[in-house]
């Protein structure tokens, strides 16, 4: 199992970015995924949810400036992120559970300035 994260960069408070989450070696349409993000001196935490069917989650700290999309065909799960706040600055990783383990991106780095 491979997840492949791209999309970070640094971008100025107010901005957007458009994260992407390639997955490998899963059945993917049935897998639900997940991005988390990890800020320097903090533990990971949850931010949106996306499953099989297409209903989504979102941690409350974001709920409205992002958005989790997946496509089947592409084996990829975005995260498009806007109205971007500097406390949005942290590691962004994608995840998903596959035969009883958790797999983890490599993560991607989103800076917000202020």
């Known amino acids: 199992v491979q997840l492949q994260a791209s999309g970070g960069g640094l971008v100025q408070a107010g901005g957007s970015l458009r994260l992407a989450c390639k997955a490998s070696g899963i059945n993917f349409s049935i897998n639900a995924m997940g991005w988390y993000r990890q800020a320097p001196g903090k533990q990971r935490e949850s931010v949106a949810l996306?499953?099989?069917?297409?209903?989504?989650n979102y941690s409350d700290s974001v709920k409205g400036r992002f958005t989790i999309s997946r496509d089947n065909v592409r084996r990829t799960v975005y995260l498009q992120m806007t109205s971007l706040k500097a406390e949005d600055t942290a590691t962004y990783f994608c995840?998903?559970?596959?035969?009883?383990?958790?797999?983890w991106g490599q993560g991607t780095l989103v800076t917000v300035s202020s």
């Open positions: 995840n998903t559970d596959h035969r009883g383990r958790t797999y």
């Open positions: 996306i499953r099989s069917g297409g209903s989504t």
